[in-house]
């Protein structure tokens, strides 16, 4: 199968709850006056600008088997990185979720259930809450293609390649907690909202991560990329 058909794949899947990573806790925000129902201007105009980067950027063989930690050699490796940057692309997101939430930042390797109203009801802490309704994918916990440990090193290449990835989750999680907590929303309402703010900044940099994938050839052999043809993102 190709890569392509392994993102195509993917994405028939919810997001997830993944392997245990940590991002640096955010002791407090500063919201600014100015910003009352959407992301600012600055905010929108950096992620338009990164997301087109990113998807931009062509892989070499050496960053095909760096995101396997150096395990396997990149002619296999192109086969199993979608799934792993996706993912690693998902946890990062979810590691600022809870960290502008204010919970534990360790994101579990499970396979995620949908929660019925007994059991959210059942709920006694917004952490409990917030665990029960985390985005999930039905492949993580219960993948055909991952393990656990393959995580860790592609999350670790994201962030050394891509850290625009984080900084745009971060910028958006928080200005969202600002606008959020100026409407005076919180307990289960505000965990709510902030996984819909989730959701909308992942969006974006889904497409971006799309971008890298769909044009592998077109880089292989540096023709205009995928991007360029398909003008698949908004400029």
């Not at 109203?117 to 006694?124: I, K, N, R, Y």
Request: with cysteine; proline share 6%; charged share 25%.
């Amino acid at each position: 199968m190709s890569p392509t058909s392994f993102i195509s794949l993917f994405f028939l899947t919810h997001l997830f709850a993944g392997k245990a990573v940590h991002a640096t806790p955010i002791p407090g925000i500063v919201c600014s006056e100015d910003l009352k129902e959407k992301p600012s201007d600055s905010l929108v105009k950096f992620v338009d600008e990164e997301v087109v980067k990113i998807a931009k950027a062509c892989l070499t063989n050496r960053d095909e088997e760096e995101i396997t930690g150096n395990i396997l050699k990149y002619g296999m490796a192109q086969f199993l990185n979608p799934y792993s940057l996706m993912d690693a692309m998902y946890v990062i997101g979810l590691t600022e979720l809870r960290s502008v939430l204010g919970l534990p930042l360790s994101v579990p390797w499970k396979q995620g259930t949908k929660p019925t109203a007994d059991e959210l009801a059942a709920a006694s802490t917004i952490e409990e809450y917030y665990k029960l309704k985390e985005p999930y994918s039905s492949e993580h916990g219960n993948s055909k293609f991952l393990l656990e440990k393959h995580l860790p090193p592609a999350i670790k290449f994201l962030d050394k390649r891509f850290p625009a990835i984080r900084i745009m989750y971060r910028r958006h999680l928080e200005e969202s907690v600002c606008i959020v907590d100026k409407k005076g929303v919180i307990g289960r309402e505000k965990v709510d909202y902030m996984i819909g703010e989730f959701w909308n900044i992942i969006a974006p940099i889904s497409e971006a991560m799309l971008g890298i994938m769909f044009h592998i050839n077109d880089c292989r052999f540096e023709r205009t990329n995928w991007y360029h043809r398909r003008q698949f993102l908004r400029q």
